[in-house]
């Protein structure tokens, strides 16, 4: 069994920043990992995806703005938010995949408003 536990989320004004981590019971050595948000009434979306490599790729709402990055010897990963905007708000998930199985963290909720 995995556990990922985020962490960071807040409220924030627009323009804003914040950095979320999700910290990994288990190794995270060459293992892609994700970060999703679902705001209310809405479906869980890709939010950024990053290699195990280090290769990273976003959603379009948020490229140039947000930040995906790993320390495997930590077997933590970071989401970096830059010039966030409301719609930014929402719950903001940790994903991995081991041995064939989706794991999920409990979710930080991210709110942007003034």
């Known amino acids: 069994q995995v556990q990922l536990v985020e962490s960071g989320g807040g409220l924030v004004q627009p323009g804003g920043s914040l950095r979320l981590s999700c910290a990994a019971s288990?190794?995270?050595?060459?293992?892609?990992m994700a970060w999703y948000r679902q705001a209310p009434g809405k479906p869980r979306e890709l939010v950024a995806r990053?290699?195990?490599?280090?290769?990273?790729n976003y959603a379009g709402s948020v490229e140039g703005r947000f930040t995906i990055s790993r320390d495997d010897a930590k077997n933590t990963v970071y989401l970096q938010m830059n010039m966030l905007k409301p719609e930014d708000t929402a719950a903001y998930f940790c994903?991995?995949?081991?041995?064939?199985?989706?794991?999920w963290g409990q979710g930080t909720q991210v709110t942007v408003s003034s």
């Open positions: 994903y991995a995949q081991y041995w064939g199985t989706d794991y």
């Open positions: 288990g190794s995270i050595f060459s293992r892609p």
């Open positions: 990053v290699t195990g490599g280090g290769a990273a």
